[in-house]
């Protein structure tokens, strides 16, 4: 469980995984040189281990793994919580392959059918969202570690490098809650996440050349960070490049909607002027 300035989250987050109807586990938090202090009771299924250097989630994630003791790892983010049955259902799954699955929800809402990925499942990862990491677990033997270059989308590039290698089985269960709110998220803001897409495209080239429906959704999420943050031109030429990859009615719907925003724009500050 990484962590950086949320300990009233990591609290419940850490309850969770000591409610588990597994007991034989070790829960790692990994402080990811946060100013404020860790407030967990260290115990003897609960160790803190500090970084000396923020690097984001996939670089606490690496040290959690390097620090652990176990046959299998499971992730945990510090404002998720774990249902009881969660390392249960992860048990159940690596019965049948050496990468498990099992689904999630945000708290406030019900359930809702998700993927089923079954065997190899790397053609099909990144077409859509890939699993959150609460809800995957790893044997230690075949765990890849996470591409430290990336403070977001870190787990993306984990999980076309996994399935290139390793076979995927889902336990469809609810698993892992997720927490919406409006507390920090350092690292997490869309300039940054649009960098990190762009790079994540160039390190996997090769994956997003033979696989058009990946290359076109990862365009289609950078269009929309794009026109979070303002930047219309930049959100039509993603906009354009996910309509040349996928041909979807949706892509040319954002399309015509950006360059309709850009103009407004135009008009707008040409009025100003």
């Keep these: ?34 100013a404020v202090p860790v407030n967990v009771d260290e115990c003897e299924r609960v160790r803190i281990v500090h970084r000396n250097v923020n690097g984001g989630a996939g670089a606490a994630r ?17 404002d998720d919580v774990y249902t009881p049955d969660r390392l249960e259902l992860a048990l159940r799954g690596l019965e049948r392959a050496p990468v498990s699955v099992c689904w999630s929800r945000y708290s406030d809402e019900t359930e809702k059918p998700q993927r089923i990925l079954d065997g190899n499942a790397h053609d099909l990862i990144a077409q859509t969202t890939t699993p959150h990491m609460g809800v995957t677990a790893v044997q230690r033997e075949t765990a890849l570690n996470f591409d430290e270059r990336f403070r977001t989308v870190e787990d993306v590039g984990w999980w076309i490098r996994t399935t290139k290698v390793q076979l995927v089985s889902t336990v469809p269960q609810i698993g892992c809650l997720i927490r919406r709110h409006s507390g920090p998220r350092p690292g997490y803001a ?20 033979a696989n058009p429906k990946a290359r076109a959704f990862r365009w289609r999420r950078i269009g929309l960070m794009s026109q979070k943050v303002g930047d219309q031109q930049a959100a039509g030429r993603a906009f354009l490049r996910a309509l040349r990859a996928g041909r979807r009615p949706r892509d040319l719907k954002h399309l015509l909607r950006s360059i309709g925003a ?10 100003a002027d």
């Design 1 to 34: 469980t990484p962590t950086y300035g949320r300990p009233a989250f990591l609290t419940e987050a850490v309850a969770s995984v000591l409610a588990q109807t597994v007991q034989n586990i070790e829960c790692i938090v990994v402080d990811d040189a946060g």
């Design 62 to 78: 690496n040290t959690g793994m390097e620090a652990a003791r176990g046959q299998f790892f499971a992730f945990l983010d510090d």
């Design 190 to 209: 869309f300039e940054r996440r649009i960098a990190d897409s762009h790079l994540l495209m160039e390190v996997h080239r090769d994956y997003f050349i």
């Design 262 to 271: 850009k103009e407004r724009m135009e008009r707008n500050a040409a009025a």
